[in-house]
C-alpha cells in the first residue's frame, strides 16, 4: 500500500508557485534577499509591507518583468523563464494600472482580453459586464467612467478567464465598500475550485478566510553602517 | 489597438506632412522648375518627421494605461504582438500619406510618373518607417517625454529609405529607370520585416522593466 502513495501524480510533488532565495535590488537598494515561499493550489496570498517594501517590485519578478538580482521564480516545478507561453497562459496578472482602453468601450475592452489572453470556453461576456455591476455600461466609453468603474472593467476579467494563478496588485483601490465584498467572495470562490491568488493590499480581509500572508520587511536586508 | 475611435491620431501625421511640404513653395520659390527638382526630397523628408512624430501613438497610451504589460503577458509570441501593432500603425499613419500624396505631388509640379512613383515609394517606404520605430519607440516609451532621444535614434536608421525613396522620384521626374531604387526600398521592407519586429519585441520587455 505505501508503494501506492510514490505514484502521486506530478503536478501534486510542486506548489503551485515557488519563490526560491529572491533578491530584489532597485536603483542600487537591496530591497529583499532570500525571500522564499510557496503558494499552493487553493491558497491565497496576501504581500503586505511598507510603502517601498518592494511590493510592487516582487509583483512584476512573479509576472517576469523584472529579473530578481538571486534567486528564481518557478511555476508547477518549472522556472517561469523556461517556458514563458505556458506560464502566461496560465496567469492572469492585473496591475496597478489596470490596462482599461480609454477609447474603447466596456464590451471592446472586455473583447480585446478575451482575446489575448487565456479564456473560458464558455465566457459570456454580457454576464461578466453584468457581474462586475456595469450593466447598462456596455457600449459606454472608458473615459467617460469613473475610477471605480473602470477597476471594474478590468475585474470583469477574473470572471471569463482560464487562468488558475491570479497575480492582483493593489485590487481594491478605488472600489466602493460592495465592491470590496465581491472582489473579496471572488478571491475566495477561485481559491476553493483549486485556484491561487498573489495579492498585495494594506487592508485586511473583511471576511474570516484563512489567507497566507507574506510580510515582504521579515525579508528586508539591514544596511551595514 | 483601434486608434481609429481618436480621429486626431489619423488626422495629424496628414495634416502635419500636407502643412511641411506645402512650406516649400510659399517660402522657397513658386517656380514650376526649382519645385519639381526638390519635391522627392521635400516630400520624403516630411513623410519622415511625420511617421516620427506619429510613432508615439504605437505605445504611448498603452504604456500609460498598463495594457502594455497586458500585452507582453500575452500567451504567445511577442513579435506576433509587435507586429499587429506595427500594422495598426502603418494603416492608421503610413496609408493616409500614401493618399494624400498625389495632392502634394501636383502641389510640387510633379509630373504624372513622378507622382505615381510618389506613391509608390510611400507605398513600400512606409512600413519600414513604422518597422524600424517600434524599435525606437519600445526603447524609449518608458523614459517619459522622449520625442527627441526618439528622433536621435531613429532617423539615422531612417536614411537608407530617405535616400532610396527619393531618388525613385526624382529618377522618375526625369524620365529615368526607377526599378532599382524601388527594388533597393523592397529589399529594405523584406528585411525589416523579417527582422525589425525581432529586435521590437526585445525593446518591448523592456519596455515593461
Redesign the interface.
Known sequence: MSELSHDQPLEQEFPLVQLNALECVRSDRVLFTDLSTNVLSGEIMQIEGPNGAGKTSLIRILCGFLTPAAGEVSFKGKSIHEDVIFYQSHLLYIGHSHGVKAELTVMENLTFYAGISSTKSDANLSEAIKGVGLYGYEDALCSDLSAGQRRRVALARLLITDASLWILDEPFVALDKKGVVWLESLLIAHAKQGGAVIFTSHQDFISHASIKRLNINEFACIPDF | ???Y??LGQVLHPVVFFTIVVSLFPLSVTPLPETLSLIAPGVIWVAALLATLLSLDSLYR?DY????I?????????KVIVVFAKVLAHWLSSGVPLIIISPLLGVLMHLNGEGIKVTMLSLLIGTPVLSLLGAIGMGLTVSLGRSGMLLSILVLPLYIPVLIFGASAIAAAQMGLAYSGQLAFLGALLSLSISLAPIAAAAAL?IA??
Open positions: 489597438m483601434s486608434a475611435r481618436n497610451t500609460e494605461d498598463g495594457s504589460e497586458q500585452l507582453v503577458l500575452a500567451p504567445c509570441s520587455r515593461v522593466r
